[in-house]
């Protein structure tokens, strides 16, 4: 996929989270690391036809269907994502993983996520 095409597909895809989920706004770096990526490697499952069965663990299944849900509203949203290949698909949700980690973790000026008193 085209560089400005994938750039501008994650900025949709980033948006939609901003804008329609909580998940994203744990209080502490390590939450954040691990909804983002147990919520998105779900929703790219989801994507690819490999999240079929809910997870024992109870965190795991609250991750599982936030990511279901998300790859749902973004399927419903984006009709193109229907157009990807496995790869393309990949390569897309690992972009929007990158961006989104930046965005609440890297990226943000909120100083209670590294605070270790809080």
């Known amino acids: 996929m085209e560089e400005a095409l994938k750039h501008e597909r994650v900025e949709v895809l980033i948006d939609h989270i901003m804008k329609k989920c909580l998940w994203e706004f744990h209080s502490r770096s390590w939450d954040r690391e691990r909804q983002n990526r147990e919520i998105l490697g ?3 499952k989801s994507l ?3 999240a079929d069965e809910a997870p024992a663990e109870r965190l795991d ?3 599982w269907v936030d990511g279901v849900v998300l790859a749902r509203a ?3 949203r984006c009709r193109w994502l229907s157009e990807l290949d ?3 698909t990949s390569e897309l949700v ?3 993983h ?3 980690d930046y965005l609440t973790i890297t990226g943000s000026l909120n100083k209670e996520l590294t605070d270790h008193q809080y």
């Open 61 to 63: 299944r609250c991750h």
């Open 42 to 44: 779900w929703a790219k």
């Open 86 to 88: 496995a790869v393309d």
């Open 48 to 50: 690819l036809g490999e």
């Open 94 to 96: 690992d972009a929007v």
């Open 74 to 76: 973004w399927k419903k």
């Open 98 to 100: 990158e961006r989104l």
